[in-house]
C-alpha cells in the first residue's frame, strides 16, 4: 500500500516497508514510512538595491492593468537550475554536485540592464529582466548543474539558458498592448550592477497565495 499526501506545500509518500518473521514462525508485519518531498532550485540572489528598483519597476508596469501574476520582491532570483519534487534524503548529495561545481569558480559581475518578454511581444508569457553576464558564467553552471543532477533523477533540460530574471507571468491578454508599450521605455533601462558570491539551494513552499521561497544552503564561490 502506498499513499500521497500534502502538508504545507511539501508531498509526503507512504513507503511499505516489510519486517520478516522469525524462526519461530512469528507472522510477517508490515510498516510504512514516510519519505518527505521537498520542492526545490538552484539559483543566484540579488542585492537589495537591484530588488527594490526592480520593484519599482514592477509598480509602474501594473498600472497597464494587464493581467500578470507578479513574482513578490522578496522572491526575485535567477534560477539556475530548477529541481522540483524530490526526496530530501537527497538535499546532501544535491549540495555536494553544487560545491564539486562551484569549488573553481571565483565571484563574477553581472549587469542587470533592460527588460522583455518571452517567448515573442506578440505572444508575452513572461516579463523578464535582462542580464548581461559577459564571461558566460551563468550559462556554464547551468550546464554541469544539469548534466550532474540527472545521476540523481532530475529531469534534463533541452531548451537553451538564457540568463533573466523573471519579474512576472502572464495570464491573460487583457491589456497586455498596454503592457508591452511600457515595457518598450523600458528597454534599455539599467538596473544596476551585482557581484555574485555564492549559489544557493532554494525551497519552494506552494499555497493559494503565492509561493514562500527558504534557502536551505549557500555555497561560496572559490
Not at 186 to 211: C, I, Y
Request: with cysteine; proline share 4%; net charge neutral.
Amino acid at each position: 500500500m502506498t499513499g500521497i499526501a500534502t502538508q504545507k506545500g511539501c508531498l509526503f509518500s507512504l513507503v511499505p516497508k516489510f519486517q520478516l518473521g522469525n524462526e519461530k514462525g512469528d507472522a510477517f508485519g508490515f510498516v510504512g514510512f514516510i519519505v518527505m518531498k521537498v520542492r526545490l532550485f538552484i539559483a543566484v540572489e540579488i542585492n537589495e538595491e537591484i530588488r527594490k528598483k526592480l520593484a519599482e519597476f514592477q509598480n509602474a508596469l501594473k498600472k497597464s492593468d494587464a493581467d500578470v501574476g507578479w513574482v513578490a520582491p522578496e522572491n526575485l532570483h535567477i534560477t539556475l537550475k530548477f529541481i522540483g519534487n524530490i526526496d530530501d534524503g537527497q538535499v546532501g548529495a544535491i549540495v555536494d554536485i553544487i560545491k564539486e561545481i562551484v569549488i573553481h569558480i571565483k565571484p563574477f559581475d553581472l549587469d542587470y540592464t533592460g527588460v522583455g518578454v518571452f517567448p515573442t511581444e506578440k505572444n508575452p508569457r513572461i516579463v523578464f529582466a535582462n542580464i548581461v553576464d559577459t564571461a558566460g558564467v551563468l550559462a556554464s553552471l547551468h550546464e554541469k548543474l544539469d548534466n550532474r543532477l540527472m545521476a540523481l533523477g532530475v529531469e534534463h533540460e533541452d531548451r537553451k539558458f538564457v540568463a533573466h530574471l523573471t519579474l512576472g507571468r502572464i495570464r491573460s491578454r487583457r491589456n497586455v498592448m498596454k503592457l508591452i508599450e511600457k515595457l518598450i521605455t523600458f528597454r534599455n533601462v539599467p538596473f544596476g550592477a551585482d557581484h555574485v558570491t555564492q549559489v544557493v539551494l532554494m525551497k519552494s513552499d506552494l499555497s493559494p497565495d503565492g509561493p514562500t521561497y527558504t534557502q536551505l544552503h549557500g555555497v561560496e564561490l572559490a
